[in-house]
């Protein structure tokens, strides 16, 4: 054993306590000399790279999991959706009303209660609604509508369903990028990359494993999104023929 002095001890004290501050938090510079060591490496290089190898490595698998808010045309939609190219199912909630959507193939069903369905344009809850609205919105609910392709609505829900519209543009920072240290998300360790220090989005990219995205902060104040689940399939079944409804060739128009 090799003695240490106390004054060592006592002038190493300090610094050991700052170092042990710093693993606590969220950054995880300071205590160690290479904060990249162990991990997939991508913290080590270029913003640009990362952003070229994050997208590769969203590419590269069949599946994801959504979770977060996505501000589109000045509405705020909160997702919770887990999507392929083949389809994908979850929840969707904007202004208050939460409905679950599926797809399977080109079939698109929503699924939503009855207030949802009862809204209608100019009136909102709350405004005059007929005895024929009120019994056609109880049928609807609860049950999964088929939403027809030819409907407005199509284009704009099977969107959420899909992994390939959904992440299309997402994993594009905008502006100069830049690395912003070492962070964490969800117990994994991440580099973070940003778009003109920010204000054009961030992106937390995950250092180990592959390096998948993990957290998207977007432009503009469009929402935040966490990515999950990469890789890992999940079933995807049309809803029996006494849980669907099929409204015809349009859909309500609220």
């Not at 973070?192 to 998207?216: M, Q």
């Amino acid at each position: 054993m090799i003695p240490i002095s106390q004054g060592r001890l006592r002038r190493a004290t300090p610094a050991l306590a700052v170092c042990a501050l710093l693993v606590t938090g969220t950054a995880l510079t300071g205590c160690s000399e290479d904060p990249n060591e162990g991990t997939n490496g991508v913290g080590a290089l270029p913003a640009e790279e990362i952003q070229s190898r994050t997208q590769k490595a969203a590419a590269s698998v069949d599946t994801v999991r959504l979770h977060g808010t996505v501000v589109t045309s000045g509405r705020t939609y909160k997702l919770d959706m887990r999507v392929k190219s083949e389809g994908g199912i979850g929840s969707v909630t904007t202004e208050g009303e939460t409905f679950r959507l599926l797809r399977v193939g080109d079939e698109l069903f929503l699924k939503a209660g009855a207030e949802f369905w009862g809204q209608d344009d100019g009136k909102g809850r709350g405004g005059d609604e007929s005895e024929a609205d009120v019994a056609a919105a109880e049928k609807l609910a609860e049950k999964y509508v088929k939403v027809p392709q030819g409907d407005p609505s199509y284009k704009k829900f099977s969107g959420f369903t899909d992994k390939d519209v959904l992440l299309g543009g997402l994993l594009t920072l905008h502006g100069k990028l830049a690395t912003d240290g070492h962070h964490e998300q969800a117990g994994v360790r991440t580099i973070r990359i940003t778009g003109d220090d920010g204000s054009g989005g961030t992106l937390d990219v995950s250092l180990e494993g592959k390096p998948y995205p993990l957290r998207l902060v977007r432009a503009g104040e469009a929402g935040t999104l966490t990515f999950s689940a990469w890789g890992a399939d999940f079933p995807l079944t049309k809803p029996s023929k006494d849980e669907t409804l099929d409204y015809g060739k349009q859909l309500p128009s609220s």
